[in-house]
């Protein structure tokens, strides 16, 4: 969409202009109304963005030369898959601040810096189409969050930064190999033009294999999410929204926006271990979380169940699986984001996250409970909420492609409402340790504030989610039409090699027999 207002690059660059503007500001309540400001003024600079027409395509294209001679672009767009978590990124700055104002009582200013930080890197991940821009954004982002939960964690932070750091590093080297070995093959940086290309199977074997592990390091999938739970229950409440809101989505992110674009034959190679780890994700992470004994931890578990119905969704490789998917990747940046606020704001009151010290707040905190069950609902999918919506179609497509896929998934749905209820239910109304929750104080104006907008987001979007199916569903169908179209090029496929390693497939059109290109053969 050709627009003479540059939206895109506004709101990435905005918020790195307000972290600069805070260098002056010595008053630590002046940095928090300071942020608050910028990040509602980040929000009334996404407007132009409800322009967006549900097409196929990018819109809002920004293409300006970078260094031409080494093929780099400064290009950014957005499509129906990315503009949703553009969105999102935008709205959780807002809710970060505002759950973080008495939370944090010390380098209120740094604090505030990396949160603005944050977003810049947030918006720039998912609206770049230059893989070098987007490489740049993906690392810029590992700063302040390992910032984050080594100044501002808990009692182990050390740790959980270090190991958060180390992770999503060693998938970063693996992503930076892949957008070299794209460059040296496709000739180019510029996302929508390897996006039209089509590669050998050895290539994108080897391509898929690095991609894999960058993103499920990020999703996280098991068992690559062992920093999560750490990372979570260290950082600061601000920080561990923004994890489950935004970061988390990277991963599936680029599954949709690369492996299945740039890699299809081997994202149909690997699939079945794909969906196997998935499956594995969602029964393992339900299964550990209903034995937690911390609230927060609990929910990082269940983080991993979560993102693994996106995973699947995304490798059913169909309409309702993706659109799904694409929907929970939404869902779930909502629902757990509001959770660990709501747990942010307990911590402040009882200076536990056990649950055996958070018994019957129904009688104290009556209006926390009352978000607490709206939202606990939301997380198992209860009907009626965005919850429902995005599992429902995941199990949907499951059951099309494979009644037993379907049939090990629904564990997973039946676990998410154990592990909730089982919380839910101590916590409002169980039998209180100490009377001490009679001093407490219900919720707060700015925790109304905090709690609200994602509370409407949950009835809203599961009572009327057409419209935002209607949204990506364009994007969605464009996608799988070129994944099909490069599947239905393969006429023969060898399964395994002498060695046991796959060793490729043949296009009968584009594939000599050697497994080179025609026109690298006549090269």
């Excluded at 935008?90 to 009582?105: A, D, E, F, K, Q």
């Excluded at 099309?400 to 101590?426: D, E, F, H, N, Q």
């Excluded at 464009?478 to 046991?500: C, D, H, N, W």
């Amino acid at each position: 969409m050709p627009t003479s207002y540059p939206v895109l690059t506004v709101l990435t660059f905005f918020p790195l202009l307000a972290a600069i503007l805070l260098a002056p500001i010595r008053s630590e309540r002046r940095v928090r109304q300071a942020t608050l400001i910028a990040s509602l003024v980040e929000v009334i600079l996404a407007l132009p963005l409800a322009c967006f027409k549900s097409q196929a395509g990018f819109q809002f294209q920004e293409t300006v030369p970078w260094a031409e001679g080494w093929g780099l672009t400064y290009a950014l767009g957005v499509d129906g898959i990315s503009i949703l978590m553009v969105l999102l990124s935008v709205m959780t700055l807002p809710l970060c601040v505002l759950c973080s104002w008495t939370y944090i009582g010390r380098r209120v200013k740094e604090f505030h810096v990396c949160l603005l930080l944050m977003t810049t890197a947030c918006v720039g991940v998912f609206s770049a189409l230059d893989l070098v821009l987007f490489y740049v954004f993906w690392e810029a982002l590992l700063i302040p969050m390992y910032l984050m939960i080594a100044i501002w964690g808990g009692d182990q932070r050390r740790y959980a930064s270090i190991k958060f750091f180390l992770y999503t590093l060693a998938g970063s080297t693996l992503l930076l190999v892949a957008i070299v070995a794209l460059r040296i093959a496709g000739g180019t940086f510029f996302i929508p033009d390897l996006m039209a290309q089509s590669f050998s199977y050895n290539f994108q074997y080897w391509i898929f294999l690095a991609l894999f592990l960058a993103f499920a390091i990020k999703v996280p999938m098991f068992p690559f999410h062992t920093w999560l739970p750490a990372a979570h229950v260290q950082a600061p409440s601000a920080g561990s929204v923004i994890l489950a809101a935004v970061l988390l989505k990277m991963g599936t992110y680029g599954f949709l926006r690369f492996s299945l674009p740039l890699c299809p034959l081997a994202s149909v190679s690997f699939a079945p271990m794909m969906i196997a780890i998935s499956i594995a994700s969602i029964l393992y992470g339900g299964a550990v979380a209903l034995g937690q004994n911390d609230i927060k931890k609990l929910i990082a578990y269940s983080s991993v169940a979560h993102m693994g119905f996106v995973t699947l969704g995304i490798f059913l490789f169909s309409p309702d699986g993706v659109n799904g998917a694409i929907f929970q990747m939404l869902n779930h940046g909502i629902i757990t984001g509001a959770m660990f606020m709501l747990i942010g704001a307990v911590y402040e009151r009882s200076h536990s996250r056990e649950i055996q010290k958070n018994l019957g707040l129904g009688r104290y905190l009556p209006h926390f409970m009352l978000f607490w069950g709206l939202f606990g609902l939301a997380s198992f999918g209860f009907p009626g909420t965005n919850g429902f919506v995005g599992e429902f179609m995941v199990i949907l497509a499951a059951f099309k492609a494979s009644t037993a896929i379907g049939l090990l998934v629904i564990p997973g749905a039946l676990l998410a409402a154990a592990y909730i209820l089982k919380v839910t239910l101590r916590m409002a109304w169980g039998q209180p340790a100490s009377p001490a929750g009679h001093g407490w104080r219900d919720l707060r104006k700015k925790e109304w504030a905090y709690l609200v907008v994602p509370a409407a987001l949950v009835i809203y979007l599961g009572l009327a989610p057409t419209g935002l199916l209607s949204l990506i569903g364009p994007s969605v169908d464009e996608t799988l039409a070129v994944f099909k179209s490069k599947r239905e090029q393969v006429s023969v496929i060898r399964l395994t090699s002498p060695g046991g390693r796959p060793e490729g497939l043949i296009y009968e059109r584009d594939l000599a027999p050697d497994g080179l290109s025609a026109q690298e053969e006549a090269m």
